[in-house]
């Protein structure tokens, strides 16, 4: 019976308001770093509760070769790791400070302490993957296994990293610093014209999350190697 309400409340979230969740659709791949070569900004996602995103969104992504001018986050690796800066003159160091002597939230500590271990901490990470490569968060015992490099997937296959904030930021840049080829992504959402009718009927109808993420992964991974 709980099977059946759940279904139920799939069908009327694509037919009524053309949804379908992305907590039941997210999964993660290993793919070739290579084949990232754009990244879609924070004011262009789309509905981040929808795995299906609709319009031409994806026509708004720009070159990974422009990142570190719209990421602090992935300019101030580069600074620190390729340019050899102190981390407390990176970009995304003084912007966290900021925020904490301004009583806001800085999303890596409350505090200046806090915040020094924090960007110490991006040593051991480039440590263990120069050692190790890119190891899961299932290999690592992370409770949040879609904690990974966050992308969406274009109308034409092209993968597209997302801007912060979803995932996997310090580690997408290190592993360009290290020239570390396979990596694991975490795909958050798919633009809307990859998909049948009869595929989303399948997707709707089916009771097992595994079955219909296996279909969806098998799709995209005959689609862009």
């Given at each position: 019976?709980?099977?059946?309400?759940?279904?139920?409340?799939?069908?009327?979230?694509?037919?009524?308001?053309?949804?379908?969740?992305s907590k039941t659709c997210i999964f993660n791949i290993n793919i070739n770093i290579n084949k990232i070569n754009y990244f879609l900004e924070?004011?262009?996602?789309?509905?981040?509760?929808?795995?299906?995103?609709?319009?031409?969104?994806?026509?708004?992504?720009?070159?990974?070769?422009?990142?570190?001018?719209?990421?602090?986050?992935?300019?101030?690796?580069?600074?620190?790791?390729?340019?050899?800066?102190?981390?407390?003159?990176?970009?995304?160091?003084?912007?966290?400070?900021?925020?904490?002597?301004?009583?806001?939230?800085?999303?890596?500590?409350?505090?200046?302490?806090?915040?020094?271990?924090?960007?110490?901490?991006?040593?051991?990470?480039?440590?263990?993957?120069?050692?190790?490569?890119?190891?899961?968060?299932?290999?690592?015992?992370?409770?949040?296994?879609?904690?990974?490099?966050?992308?969406?997937?274009?109308?034409?296959?092209?993968?597209?990293?997302?801007q912060d904030k979803f995932g996997g930021t310090h580690r997408f840049a290190l592993c360009k610093i290290l020239d570390i080829k396979e990596i694991?992504?975490?795909?958050?959402?798919?633009?809307?014209?990859?998909?049948?009718?009869?595929?989303?009927?399948?997707?709707?109808?089916?009771?097992?999350?595994?079955?219909?993420?296996?279909?969806?992964?098998?799709?995209?991974?005959?689609?862009?190697?």
């Open positions: 019976m709980i099977k059946y309400f759940k279904n139920l409340q799939k069908k009327i979230d694509y037919f009524f308001f053309k949804k379908i969740s924070l004011k262009n996602v789309k509905d981040r509760k929808n795995f299906l995103w609709y319009g031409d969104w994806d026509n708004k992504k720009v070159s990974l070769k422009d990142y570190r001018k719209y990421s602090a986050s992935y300019n101030s690796v580069h600074q620190i790791y390729h340019e050899q800066i102190n981390y407390k003159q990176s970009e995304e160091y003084i912007n966290k400070v900021n925020l904490i002597l301004d009583g806001k939230n800085s999303g890596r500590g409350q505090t200046l302490k806090e915040l020094d271990e924090y960007f110490i901490s991006l040593d051991n990470l480039k440590l263990s993957l120069k050692k190790f490569g890119y190891k899961s968060q299932i290999e690592l015992d992370n409770s949040k296994i879609n904690d990974e490099i966050g992308v969406v997937i274009g109308k034409n296959w092209e993968i597209i990293k997302l694991i992504v975490s795909v958050k959402a798919m633009h809307s014209s990859l998909f049948e009718k009869n595929e989303l009927k399948k997707i709707l109808s089916e009771n097992n999350e595994d079955n219909f993420k296996s279909y969806i992964k098998k799709k995209l991974l005959e689609n862009i190697n």
